[in-house]
């Protein structure tokens, strides 16, 4: 057997960068580089290697390591999947930085490697610098946080141990079912240790996606579900995208009359101008969405987890009779809400239930309904993101300005705060994956680095990125990223001064105002910051706008600019689109003082007693 001797480190680089895949039927590398902010865990061991193999393997440099790990989740799902990067770190800090994009990656079911570095497996310089101490167990580490947020963990403790966790770890970020974060914890000391490694360890292997073909007892049952349904509906979540299998659900949903919904991550799977997409679904749904959500006899959930943004913390379907059939790849997913499980790939599942419904349709006046419902609430939602001259407009007025500048291929991305409820019922996406959503983990800080990732997987799609002042505040640095990358965005920083979205919510459930606009915090002076200035700094063409006009004409400019744009707006801390939406279980205190509270308290058991299960 020809044998390789190389360090860990090494090794791993190597293997890395013979793993290949197919895109649009191009070969090319699976892995597309490497995020890496070096220190004493992973400076001598990843980053000569990384150095070694910088010509086949790039690697990037960012500011902070959740954010580089953000960017590396973005690629993915901009790519669907079919690519992915790979994330180095120090130990210590430097790790557990990137411990909340795990979890991101992990609600998301997206591809990402981690490779923090670790202690000395030889325990001989113990404690390291950086190391915590477990008083009752010596093998723990700080990279142990990564365990309930992984798909899979491995700590290598010796150079030999690489060859089965990499092998064990390119199968699960590959697999349609499991896919997910891996964490390889390097030790420090085994990175620059040598091996004797098989040359076969180092051949190229292309890797593609599987496509699982549905049971024939589960096909069966759910043809016969449908076929049985006097109101249909699908929702279509993020499966149908990672599938590819937007054109077989646009024939699915016209060959047989159902009308379809999207979830945050599903948005853009169908055409905007389809007549049966009634857009958004559930707690930031369109009212064309939920009331087909209300009174379906059958939903054919697609690809999604049906999580309770989704499904109105359970109420949303709320014919007592309704059956569901879940399509996915995944049994935990397929199963859920009494659901009649489909295990299959979207694509191949689309394609045999269509050709065995053949000569099937949903009945001509549900259809037809569903139809009308579109267009009167593409009407009411026109309303909303109209043009105005208010000093202070509202998020949707911003997202109406950025809809009207943008193009059919543009990519409008974003996370948290009262922004993903207004693009999820409001933005109209020109194409797949024109709708890029972090709403799994909600996580703040995830817009400006997802941007990057997002502008790396496809750099000929205008990346718009859209952040409140709260996110913007928790994790900017990545704007001096991109400039020095060259990675253009245009990012719209929607200035509130404060927690809009949690303001509200807190209202809602008969709060005072408390501790989420700046003005209702505890302080001796409130901030005047300057966020254009502050964006300039960091090398970005910035300027505040002072309304939607003005807002119009910069995001033009915008897309003509050399670099990274940053425009300020002041908006309406207050305002939202109150059509559309479902209520949402958030538990309001048994006990108060306030009678706000006390009759919040009253609704919120008058939805749970009207909920069933």
Not at 257 to 275: F, H, N, V, Y
Not at 307 to 331: E, H, K, M, W, Y
Request: one cysteine or more.
């Amino acid at each position: 057997m020809s044998t390789v001797r190389l360090t860990m480190a090494q090794a791993l680089v190597a293997a890395m960068a013979a793993q290949k895949t197919m895109v649009a039927g191009h070969e090319l590398p699976l892995f597309a580089g490497v995020w890496a902010i070096f220190g004493h865990g992973n400076v001598a061991g990843m980053g000569e290697a990384l150095h070694g193999m910088r010509d086949v393997l790039p690697t990037f440099r960012a500011h902070n390591e959740q954010a580089m790990a953000h960017a590396a989740i973005a690629f993915a799902k901009a790519s669907r999947r079919r690519r992915m990067m790979a994330v180095t770190s120090s130990i210590g800090p430097g790790a557990t930085n990137m411990v909340t994009a795990a979890a991101v990656a992990h609600v998301n079911r997206l591809p990402l490697l981690l490779l923090p570095g670790d202690v000395f497996a030889s325990r001989r310089p113990d404690p390291v610098l950086q190391q915590i101490e477990n008083f009752g167990d010596g093998t723990v580490s700080a990279n142990d946080c990564f365990r309930p947020v992984s798909r899979y963990f491995d700590r290598i403790t010796r150079p030999e141990q690489l060859m089965r966790a990499f092998e064990r770890a390119m199968q699960v970020l590959t697999d349609p079912a499991d896919c997910g974060p891996v964490t390889l914890a390097l030790c420090q000391d085994v990175q620059t240790e040598a091996s004797d490694y098989p040359e076969r360890f180092f051949a190229e292997r292309l890797w593609q996606p599987r496509r699982q073909r549905p049971d024939e007892a589960e096909l069966a049952e759910a043809i016969a579900l449908i076929r049985a349904a006097q109101r249909p509906l699908v929702v279509a979540g993020g499966g149908v995208l990672y599938s590819e299998a937007e054109a077989e659900l646009a024939a699915f949903c016209s060959s047989h009359g159902i009308p379809a919904a999207e979830t945050q991550a599903g948005k853009s799977a169908l055409p905007r101008d389809e007549p049966l997409n009634l857009g958004a679904i559930g707690v930031t749904g369109t009212e064309a969405a939920n009331e087909a959500a209300r009174t379906a006899d059958l939903v054919l959930a697609i690809g999604t987890r049906l999580q309770d943004f989704t499904t109105g913390s359970r109420a949303l379907f709320a014919d007592p009779q309704v059956r569901i059939v879940g399509l996915n790849t995944q049994a935990f997913d397929a199963g859920k809400h009494g659901a009649r499980p489909l295990l299959a790939d979207a694509k191949a599942g689309l394609a045999e239930l269509s050709a065995s419904l053949a000569g099937w349709s949903a009945p001509a006046g549900w259809s037809e309904h569903a139809r009308s419902a579109r267009d009167g609430w593409l009407t009411i939602a026109a309303r909303y993101t109209a043009p105005t001259n208010e000093p202070l407009p509202s998020d949707a007025q911003v997202v109406g300005a950025v809809q009207r500048t943008s193009r059919p291929s543009d990519v409008v991305l974003c996370a948290a705060g009262g922004l993903p409820g207004e693009l999820h019922k409001l933005w109209q996406p020109g194409a797949p994956g024109g709708y890029h959503m972090e709403y799994g983990y909600s996580c703040m800080g995830y817009e400006i680095a997802g941007g990057i990732g997002a502008k790396l997987a496809d750099p000929v799609r205008e990346v718009v990125v859209m952040v409140g002042d709260g996110s913007y505040l928790m994790m900017n640095s990545e704007i001096a990223t991109s400039v020095m990358l060259g990675v253009r965005l245009t990012i719209v920083l929607l200035d509130n001064r404060g927690f809009g979205c949690i303001n509200r919510l807190q209202n809602a459930t008969g709060g005072a105002p408390f501790n989420n606009l700046l003005r209702d915090t505890r302080h001796e002076t409130l901030p005047a910051i300057d966020f254009a200035a502050h964006a300039a700094s960091m090398g970005a063409n910035a300027r505040k706008v002072a309304g939607i006009a003005e807002l119009e004409q910069a995001l033009a400019a915008a897309r003509d600019s050399d670099r990274t744009s940053v425009i300020v707006i002041d908006t309406d801390p207050l305002a939202a689109t109150d059509a559309g939406g479902h209520w949402w279980e958030v538990a309001v205190p048994e006990v108060s003082g306030r009678d706000e509270v006390r009759a919040a308290r009253g609704r919120y058991e008058d939805a749970l007693s009207r909920r069933d299960g």
